[in-house]
């Protein structure tokens, strides 16, 4: 493709090397922001430069925030025995989203993949010890995605934490509420059923 | 959905704000940007500045450009006498990369929209018609989407061209290449019935 301008084909390169964004894409939304204002794409990359430039990390758990501590370790009403290991932020919105939870978080900021490189050093797995060994958390709710990454990182974590006395727990699988019987997979439902909970404890949720 | 830091949201909404992403990608290339190099997003955000601070548009056709003159009006082995009328820059790229095209272009900058307020005067007809009148065009090629806004500039430009002694042509509809001669709607398959061209001519192409 061939671009009238230096400029536009400059901008449509640095728009096409996002994720998912191809070039007809980039190229759509470079027009768009000409038929805007000026002010609109100034104010668009000062909040990514902003962003990426006074972004902070919570010293505690990882999360993204805009102190030393997210609004989530601040806070003295959550329980800070109990202690959610999460893969990303994304999880973190996803479960604070929920209204379920009540504890606090580990952003481990990815997981343990060596086809992508990324072992254990990459991860906050130490500093989730240095939590566990300072005391005051009980347990370690382990929530990252059951793939194969996501199985050998668990069971990593479990194993440096095996000297510690605390509960390390695992998020329950199972059936999707609202999902047909007839359509969960096999492994899914075999799961469900082994790990099946007395109706009286399932009614009071 | 609440997010961790105001940071994170600003650039969250400024993403969300381009057509066609919604805010789960927003975050996913929000997310993506803190797990480049600063200078990336500093790139990305300079190229779209830039684009939206320096850009030109050529003073014959309106194409985008980065001279006072666009490429294609500034080469003389072009021909000047035969214009393209088209909606917006991708239509030029789009037709440029045929290869098909000698003349030169003229870029509107949309089609008459009254539901969308778009009105003749908001797009670039007069100037159009002030190339007509220099006296060096000697046909105009209308190539517009064939919607009822299509048309309808069609016809205002036709009628607007009608006093200077000038050929104006639309460009052939028909059943694309590669097409099933079954699956075409009966519009194009009537219109390319009534349009037929000699077979001789057909196979020079």
Known sequence: MKYPSALLENAVNELASLPGIGRKTALR????????????????????????????????????????????????????????????????????????????YHVLGGIISPMDGIGPGDLQINSLEERVAAGEVKEVILALSTTMEGDTTNFFIYRKLSPYNIKVSVIARGVSIGDEIEYADEVTLGRSILNRTSFNDSIKL
Request: with cysteine.
């Open 29 to 104: 939304l470079a027009l768009y922001m000409l038929r805007r204002n000026p002010d609109y794409t100034e104010s668009f990359s000062k909040a990514l430069v902003d962003l990426r430039l006074h972004v902070k990390y919570c010293k505690l758990c990882h999360n993204i925030c805009d102190d030393d501590l997210c609004s989530i370790c601040a806070n003295p009403e959550r329980d800070h025995s109990l202690v959610c290991v999460v893969e990303n932020i994304k999880e973190v919105m996803a479960i604070e989203n929920t209204g379920q939870f009540k504890g606090v």
